[in-house]
């Protein structure tokens, strides 16, 4: 019966990322969102695919800037982006570990490690880097605390998820069978789950950007991305100026611990009796 839903899943997944991939070529969102919503749908099926028409579609023409304004769908797009990204890392730290035979902490800090570096300096602060004025020097030091505190949350629901499912699912540590990335997809929605009200704190706190509506250049215009706000970026990471920003309540150091407690209670968790 398992592998019947699990094979459900995968073709469901399939028909999603087709829909997704196909339909986000006509919405006016930035480049790097829109693959980030192919990747999510990869990672988490028909709930990618739902959140896209939910979140970022545009339901008519001309609507994208006004329908994306909504703070939870500008929360959406940032725990969407996260996850995107830091999900590619992941997903060959878990790979990786299981050719090398790693296990416990070893595969989490591996998982860790290839997840926020990819997710930091090439999905967050490389793919965004025109909108800090096109310096990848400044594009990494505006997403690191932002990329850190989400990835400490993603991490905080994915590692007690995997590993208790890997418990209790013959097969589930093996890359070559179909189990492995139906729990590792599993893991990566709880993890998007765990993550969001963080964003929606980054978001609210102009620490990171949200939904992007990107249109073609007309009469000599400029494609022009939206901040967090329903208003053009300037300055900062569509939305984000941590440089500017008022200071955030509470501060950025509170979270900052509160996100590793949260790292470490979801390591706990993963690894009790």
């Known amino acids: 019966m398992l592998d019947g839903v699990i094979l459900l899943w ?73 996850v995107a990204g830091d999900g590619v890392g992941i997903l060959v730290g878990a790979v990786l570990s299981s050719l090398l035979g790693l296990t416990g902490l070893a595969e989490v800090a591996l998982e860790y490690l290839l997840g926020f570096g990819f997710g930091w300096t090439i999905f967050q602060a490389l ?41 209790h699912v013959d097969l589930a540590a093996d890359p070559a069978h179909a189990r492995f990335w139906f729990v590792m997809s599993m893991a990566l929605l709880v993890g998007f789950i765990v993550a969001y009200p963080m964003n929606w704190w980054l978001v609210a706190n102009h620490l990171k950007h949200g939904m992007m509506t990107v249109r073609p250049k007309e009469a000599g215009g400029m494609a022009m991305p939206m901040g967090s706000d329903g208003g053009a970026a300037a300055g900062g990471m569509g939305g984000m100026t941590m440089d500017k920003a008022d200071k955030p309540s509470p501060s950025v150091a509170t979270m900052t611990v509160l996100s590793f407690v949260a790292l470490a209670g979801g390591a706990a968790l993963a690894f009790a009796a």
């Open 10 to 82: 995968f073709v469901l997944a399939a028909l999603a990322v087709a829909f997704v991939a196909i339909d986000i070529r006509d919405t006016p969102e930035s480049p790097v969102l829109k693959w980030g919503f192919v990747l999510l749908t990869a990672y988490t099926g028909v709930v990618g695919a739902f959140l896209y028409v939910l979140g970022c579609r545009e339901p008519l023409p001309g609507t994208h800037e006004e329908y994306t304004a909504a703070r939870w769908r500008q929360t959406l797009g940032s725990t969407m982006h996260c």
């Open 127 to 167: 793919f965004m880097r025109e909108a800090a004025g096109g310096s990848y020097s400044v594009a990494l030091r505006r997403t690191f605390i932002p990329e850190l505190l989400s990835m400490n949350l993603l991490m905080a629901g994915m590692v007690p998820t995997a590993m208790t499912l890997r418990r």
